[in-house]
């Protein structure tokens, strides 16, 4: 099971980081990653690490502002995100792959998202 948390309402140019804890089996068997859906838009890939930590991939997007990481022996995958803008309000999924991927149908276990809303 995934649990993401962390969302919340942010101010335009504030940050946010969300957190996904990874519960019944070890996080490091597991890719992560992060997608989002924005009302009324199908959801999209945001961000997505290794099962070490050792790769990252983001979407254009997101790059310079949001960052992931992992902490396998927390079994916890998080999500810095900073200079939020209004584009960024979305609910956000944290998802697990058998190996590193960016492509949601090769994600296999989904959490259940949090509601990011940035107000301008």
């Known amino acids: 099971q995934l649990q993401a948390s962390g969302g919340g309402l942010v101010q335009a140019g504030g940050s946010l980081r969300l957190s996904c804890a990874v519960s019944?089996?070890?996080?490091?068997?597991?890719?992560k990653g992060w997608f989002r859906q924005a009302p009324g838009k199908e959801r999209e890939f945001v961000t997505a690490i290794s099962r070490s930590g050792s790769s990252t991939s983001y979407t254009d997007s997101v790059k310079g502002r949001f960052t992931i990481s992992r902490d396998n022996a927390k079994n916890t995958v998080y999500l810095q995100m900073n200079s939020l803008n209004a584009m960024d309000t979305a609910v956000y999924y944290c998802?697990?792959?058998?190996?590193?991927?960016?492509?949601?149908?090769?994600?296999?276990?989904w959490g259940q998202g949090t509601l990011v809303t940035v107000s301008s």
């Open positions: 998802a697990a792959a058998l190996y590193f991927t960016t492509i949601r149908a090769n994600y296999d276990y």
């Open positions: 019944k089996r070890p996080s490091s068997n597991f890719a």
